[in-house]
């Protein structure tokens, strides 16, 4: 693992040591690492990378753990840590990151089906506000179908067609066969987006759930542009989003922020957006917004329709 690129691990690390200090010494600790949380918050993150163990009663440094810490301490309080540090906020500042691609395919798997019966949820909450009855439906990033599933299962005769990659593919056409519904997974990707030419000419609407939020606005007006090929004038966008509202951070749903917290560890580039925001990437296709129905604490849908 590359321990010189995490931040985080590194202030880990240092109050870490610095509390293990003070214990040994039996003196009294700084009133700040008294503080449960923040002893918790050191503590699970040098468990997740494996710097810590647990002998079923208590943490436990190994010699090799020992010899990692050492590792990363010398790094902090050499003279290169100026270095160290420009480096982490150049990477930090100037490259892309997007979650998928830096999973597993096991990870991915896990992943996707844990998605499905989030998203169906959504779903559910989704068809009371508009009716998809007979109606042919193109999903991006659809994953493995939950939301696709509440739609179809809620709206007669609807044609749902779902694109995403390989592995929320495959796991979509197993929910697919267990919840007898009928829908098309088609792997494809969103910046370079074919699909078949027996699918349809166009889709009466165009369903994107949380999906723009991983990426800048120029690779979203990308992703719009290529969905515009299979537009005409009647076809209308869902766009289901952790949507801001535009006020002071601590006004926020507390669950719209812990969304933006997991796309600056998760995806680098993305950002959430306001509905103004969101309804001008429409203006690049020439879109505009038509209604916003809050569906939950966390996701707003924007209905975008044609100008």
Do not use: W
Request: glycine share 4%.
């Amino acid at each position: 693992m590359d321990y010189e690129n995490y931040m985080e691990l590194y202030e880990s690390v240092y109050f870490f040591n610095r509390i293990q200090i003070h214990r040994c010494n039996d003196n009294d600790l700084d009133n700040k690492l008294l503080d449960e949380s923040i002893y918790k918050a050191v503590t699970r993150i040098l468990v997740v990378y494996k710097l810590l163990d647990y002998n079923g009663s208590t943490f436990v440094m190994t010699n090799e753990h020992k010899e990692k810490h050492r590792y990363i301490l010398e790094n902090i309080i050499n003279k290169t840590q100026n270095e160290h540090y420009a480096k982490m906020f150049s990477k930090a500042m100037s490259e892309s990151q997007f979650f998928f691609d830096s999973i597993s395919d096991l990870e991915y798997e896990i992943y996707s089906r844990y998605n499905f019966p989030i998203t169906f949820e959504t779903g559910n909450e989704a068809v009371k506000h508009v009716d998809l009855s007979n109606k042919r439906v193109l999903e991006l990033g659809g994953n493995s179908g939950g939301l696709a599933t509440a739609v179809v299962t809620n709206a007669k005769n609807c044609r749902y067609t779902v694109v995403d990659t390989k592995i929320p593919c495959m796991i979509g056409n197993e929910f697919k066969e267990l919840n007898n519904v009928n829908i098309a997974f088609i792997e494809s990707n969103v910046f370079d987006l074919t699909l078949p030419n027996e699918s349809c000419d166009y889709y009466d609407y165009i369903v994107i759930m949380n999906l723009l939020h991983d990426f800048d606005d120029t690779k979203c007006a990308d992703i719009l542009r290529n969905c515009i090929k299979y537009c005409d004038s009647t076809t209308k966008f869902l766009i289901i989003e952790d949507i801001l509202t535009g006020e002071f951070e601590p006004f926020e749903p507390k669950e719209a922020i812990m969304h933006g917290l997991r796309l600056s560890v998760e995806c680098r580039g993305g950002k959430q957006r306001t509905a103004d925001e969101l309804a001008r990437l429409f203006l690049n296709v020439k879109y505009k917004r038509e209604k916003a129905i809050k569906l939950s604490n966390v996701h707003t849908m924007m209905v975008m329709a044609a100008m």
